[in-house]
Structures are given as structure tokens and as C-alpha cells.
């Protein structure tokens, strides 16, 4: 089977040149996850575009939801629908202040995500790693990404012992925390994701998802593997995670 790329966390939505963005990962078929930050979000989102290579989520980011709680149950009407959902999570960092709202709504995404099952996760967990793991458990009914993880190394190995997988982008190369973390990664929990337009270049550019390429060359030479290697080992996850 032939590889490809993909991208599991990219904000499309919030590109400056939307159909720009939209054509070149077309063109390229790279299969993406387009994340969103809100239920009303996704519902835009998804009206917009039409596309075998492009899959949008269903987001509630943690720094938003004391501010729009009033989204919440149109979060919860939407569930059944989307097979992917994020970026959700925990923040204890930027949203301290809204811990309890963010742990009550985290801890009913996953109930109902497992009691429904089939779901793709992408996951934020700055700051707050021990109770993502705590909620999301060993038995979890769905798949789930840790996405751009910053936490210790001892609880990746928790999280993989759960199920969980890694998103990696191009920024965690630039710090021995983030090649420490990728290291300590196991092969096969490998993902990837752009995290556009977050994800600065050394030019102010954003990353693009269209870059993702320099991603995979950048974890096959830190993985010492050939680059298509790499990729093929890539797809493989991404392949467990969708199936």
C-alpha cells in the first residue's frame, strides 16, 4: 500500500488564506484532521468544505469553555455525528482559573465518548497530564492523541500503557525537552501534526500543513531510520487510529 502524508492537528479554520490552504493539501492528498476550537466553529467549518482528504473535528478548547458554556450542550448534540473530536482537553496553565468548569466538561466528553465508541480524540494537556490520563483510564472505548505532549516522561509511558498516541510537529525539535520527549516516545505511538498555524518557522511563517514532509525527515534522522521507512511506520499508526 502506497504511503502518504498527514497531518492529525491543524487548525484550517483559522488560516488567513483558507482556500489557498484547502487546495494545496488537495493537491498533495494529505489527510487531515482540521481541529476546531468550538462547536459553531465545526458547524462553519464543516459547511465550507467538502473534501475525501480533509476531516474536520469537533472542538471545544479548554481555554474557551468558561467563556461559552452556553456551547456546551450543542457540543454534546453534535457528538453522535463526528467521528473525530478536538482540539479538547485540559489547560492548567493560561486557564488555571477555570479548572473545575474544564474538568466537569472533560470528564462527560469522555463518559459519552466511550459509551459511544469509534471516536479519534486529539487531546490537549498542558499542564494537567496526570488528570487527563486519570479520566481517559485503561479501558477507554475510542482512540486518542496526546497532541504536541510537554508533560514528564514518566507519565508517557502511562499514557501508552492506556493506548495513547503522539502527535508530533516540527517545533518539538528545537528544544532537548521536546527530543527527549520524542525519544521517549515508542515508534509505533508516533503521529503527526502541523498544529498550523501555531507552529512558527525560523522566517515568522506559520508551518504549514503542506509542510509536514520536514516533520518526517526530521523524526527519521532523530529515529535513524530512511525517510521512507519512517513514513511507512507512520502510516501503520495512523492506520490502528482510524480503523
Known sequence: MTNFLFDTHAHLDLSTNFYEEVNSIEK???????VTNLPPLYIRFKSRIESKYIKPALGFHPELIEKYQKYIPQMWNLLDEAKYIGEVGLDYKVAINSKAIQLSFFESLIHKCNDLGGKVLTIHSRNSVDDVLSIIGSKFNSKFILHWYSGNLK?????VANGAYFSINNAMFNSNNGLKIINQIPTDRLLLESD???VINKDKTPFRVT???ETVSNLA???????????GLLNINLRKILS
Not at 28 to 34: H, P, Q
Not at 221 to 231: F, G, R, S, T
Open 28 to 34: 498533495l492528498k494529505i489527510y487531515t484532521i482540521a
Open 155 to 159: 507519565n508517557i509511558d502511562i499514557a
Open 196 to 198: 498550523y498555524p501555531f
Open 211 to 213: 509542510d509536514i514532509n
Open 221 to 231: 534522522k532523530l529515529k535513524d531510520k530512511d525517510y521512507d521507512d519512517m513514513l
